[in-house]
């Protein structure tokens, strides 16, 4: 039995017992090994991903989940480092319109989309890939996957499931053929650190203690931000003329960065880093080759103080979310890589709440997955993980599209964080643009 997003309808999901599907044929016996990118601990973890679907009239009389798995066992013979995955047939008594009009995260039902099978959630003799399609009253259905994220990242995870689509419509000459070769990320040999990482820098024990914890408190709530065309315009109006032409990620990540910081109460002294998820597949030379499907993103990190967040305008963060991405380099990733070495991928200080995540999903193109009932309503993640927080494509209830970010944190901070937002979103744009002298008007009554 579940419940929507607090709405006192319930529904329920009627499972099949869990499966594992293996490839269609035969396929090579051998070891696999990761990259040094891939290999590091903090991407020892299992990432979830939701899709949505409406019904489609030419695939009456089919489950979804009877055209996924034939398709899933086809196409784990090209991916086959991925075989054994753990799938689960699904009916759920609710319709895809009760789910309302606007799908943006959390999904509080989210256990029952994609059962948490029993010892499953391991990253060692576990399966890789755990799969539950549920197919809806209605006709449509919601596909949702587990997938753990040593094995690749979300382009890569788009390239499997895209292959999965393209076997199910029958169109398996669209497929982009998988290439594994991580050794194409590993350090060199000896491995070098050249670069400073600030997202992997050891924090101090006070603080760290003190602010994990808040992360472990039953008091933790998620809550989903919705950014329309009019909120991205208003916000841009905050910056001076030489950055209003940041890309909407940029934007958003340095005012989510703002809030939070000031949201979550630490000394005004302390350190807040912002952590960036950037592909490096366009931004190394040569190029990874194309159907790389292994971990090939980096993590480089913005760090300031909450004070020069609190005293600075939006566009000082703006500037550092721009220099940091653009500080990204080959050599960044062979950098990590080496650290991941020397550090013996021990586990590092990523998680902890002055630090804030960021991974974009909205370029990715994961809502043109189509197993055959047209491109998904919506795809995204089903909530925050922590401290990361996953920029996706969504619309209101308007039906305007725009950018949903979830966002983890504590009752009272989280309080403080949407009025915070709340706050920038009611002040009036800025009236100088020398940017060294930012003038704010007083916030709208």
């Excluded at 594994?180 to 350090?187: G, I, P, Q, T």
């Amino acid at each position: 039995m579940a419940t929507l997003f607090g709405n006192p309808l319930t529904f329920t999901v009627r499972r099949c017992n869990p499966e594992f599907v293996a490839p269609a044929n035969p396929t090579p016996r051998e070891q696999k090994l990761l990259s040094d990118i891939d290999d590091q601990a903090s991407l020892r973890f299992q990432i979830p991903l939701i899709f949505f679907y409406r019904h489609q009239p030419s695939m009456e009389g089919k489950h979804p989940a009877d055209v996924i798995r034939t398709a899933l066992a086809e196409t784990l013979v090209l991916y086959y480092p991925l075989a054994g995955v753990l799938f689960i047939k699904a009916d759920a008594d609710v319709t895809l319109e009760q789910f309302g009009d606007a799908l943006q995260p959390p999904f509080p039902c989210f256990d029952e989309l994609l059962f948490d099978v029993p010892g499953s959630q391991g990253i060692l003799n576990c399966p890789l890939l755990l799969i539950q399609v549920t197919r809806l009253k209605c006709g449509g259905f919601i596909f949702a996957i587990r997938l753990n994220h040593t094995i690749c990242d979300a382009p890569g995870v788009k390239q499997f499931v895209s292959s999965v689509a393209a076997m199910a419509r029958g169109e398996a000459t669209h497929l982009i053929l998988p290439v594994w070769e991580r050794h194409l990320l590993d350090a060199g040999d000896p491995p070098r650190v050249t670069l400073n990482h600030n997202e992997y820098d050891e924090v101090e024990a006070g603080v760290t203690t003190r602010t994990t914890s808040l992360l472990f408190d039953d008091n933790v709530v998620q809550r989903s931000f919705f950014f329309g065309p009019t909120e991205v315009s208003l916000l841009r109006r905050f910056l001076p003329v030489h950055l209003r032409h940041c890309t909407k990620f940029e934007l958003l990540t340095a005012l989510l960065w703002r809030c939070r910081s000031l949201a979550i109460n630490l000394q005004p002294h302390e350190h807040v880093r912002m952590i960036i998820a950037v592909n490096a597949r366009s931004k190394i030379e040569p190029p990874l080759p194309h159907g790389y499907y292994g971990n090939a993103f980096g993590l480089p990190a913005a760090i300031t103080t909450v004070k020069n967040l609190s005293d600075n305008p939006l566009g000082y963060a703006v500037e550092l979310v721009k220099q940091t991405k653009a500080s990204f380099s080959k050599e960044y990733m062979k950098s990590v890589a080496a650290l991941m070495v020397i550090r013996g991928k021990r586990p590092v200080v990523l998680n902890v709440i002055s630090s804030f995540i960021i991974s974009d999903l909205t370029k990715l193109g994961l809502e043109d997955v189509d197993f055959g009932w047209g491109k998904a309503v919506f795809v995204g993640t089903p909530n925050a993980i922590g401290e990361t927080s996953f920029s996706v494509q969504a619309k209101n209830k308007k039906g305007e599209v725009g950018t949903s970010i979830a966002i983890c944190l504590p009752v009272p901070a989280m309080e403080r964080f949407a009025q915070e937002l709340d706050n920038m979103l009611q002040q009036q744009p800025i009236i100088k643009v020398n940017y060294n002298e930012f003038i704010l008007s007083c916030k709208t009554k």
